[in-house]
């Protein structure tokens, strides 16, 4: 089977910035293995398929090299570019329905907004555990790594300088240790999302790194679904003045990406969080792909 398909850089208003995005228009109707396999196929972090909603204007799957996942950041705006590009939303607003629920995105100004689940806030982490899964000394760690959610779970680790967040490697056995302490799925279902509270340029406000186990790439560019959990984890510990602020990542990789974050209720406990950033279509194509029988 024929499909069109976009290949986005998404929170980045240029080329080869942000983290790039495979969006397969029609393709989710095809099976798990394919959507894997495509997603290797192209060496990119998770790739989105879409298809026809009858509860939501558009449904979207997210795809990893390894599994389907229920939502992800960057391959939201990546689809609504996409989308956007090609006449397919001739409205501001659309809704699309994910494997974590609806999620409504905005578009103004060419800046794309996606408004995240309410965040779900789980078990704190030992910071011994999250230190040795980083390579870094306990004492990087400013306060209480937690597991947090608004879509997709990520283990929150504020750092106190970007010297130790530069060090950051990844420990594959020690990933593992933690995520068996915290109850994951498997080990990239708990990996930290490192943060400092200053940003890579002077208009950022925190910068962050993933660093990721295979078979995903060693690191992601842009997490736009780590970046909502990240912004409720400080707003709910006090660490986040404003209701506004600018995230940066991927600046150590070349490939830097900007998102602006924004509160929505209270900072003890968010009703949503919104994330938005541009999206810049790099490529237009159709790939052939095996059918879902």
């Known amino acids: 089977m024929r499909y069109d398909f976009d290949w986005v850089d998404a929170f980045s ?57 229920p939502f992800a950041g960057h391959p939201t705006i990546a689809t609504v570019a996409a989308l956007r590009d090609r006449g397919l939303m001739t409205e501001d607003t659309i809704t699309l329905e994910t494997g974590a629920g609806f999620v409504r995105v905005t578009v103004v100004d060419g800046l794309i907004e996606m408004t ?95 660093l990721m186990a295979p078979p995903s790439p060693p690191e992601d560019p842009f997490t736009g679904s780590a970046t909502g959990a990240m912004a409720a984890y400080l707003w709910r510990h006090g660490l986040m003045a404003s209701d506004q602020f600018i995230a940066e990542q991927g600046h150590g990789l070349g490939r830097p990406g900007q998102a602006v974050v924004t509160r929505v209720g209270p900072a003890e406990a968010p009703s949503g969080i919104r994330v938005a950033g541009r999206g810049y279509v790099l490529m237009r194509g159709t790939v052939d792909l095996p059918d879902a029988s």
């Open 116 to 210: 995240q689940v309410a965040p779900e806030f789980g078990a704190f982490a030992d910071p011994e555990l999250v230190a040795a899964a980083v390579s870094l000394p306990v004492d990087a760690i400013v306060g209480q790594p937690q597991r947090v959610s608004t879509g997709l779970p990520f283990c929150i680790t504020v750092l106190r300088d970007r010297a130790s967040l530069e060090a950051a490697q990844l420990d594959i056995p020690a990933l593992t240790r933690l995520g068996e302490a915290m109850g994951a799925e498997g080990i990239d279902m708990m990996e930290p999302f490192l943060v400092t509270l200053d940003g890579a340029t002077a208009e950022g406000d925190t910068f962050s790194r993933l």
């Open 13 to 69: 208003a240029r080329a080869f910035g942000g983290n790039g995005c495979a969006v397969v228009h029609g393709g989710a109707e095809l099976s798990d293995e394919t959507c894997m396999a495509y997603v290797r196929e192209t060496s990119l972090v998770e790739c989105t398929f879409t298809g026809p909603s009858e509860v939501a204007d558009v449904r979207v799957r997210y795809f990893l090299a390894s599994r389907e996942i």
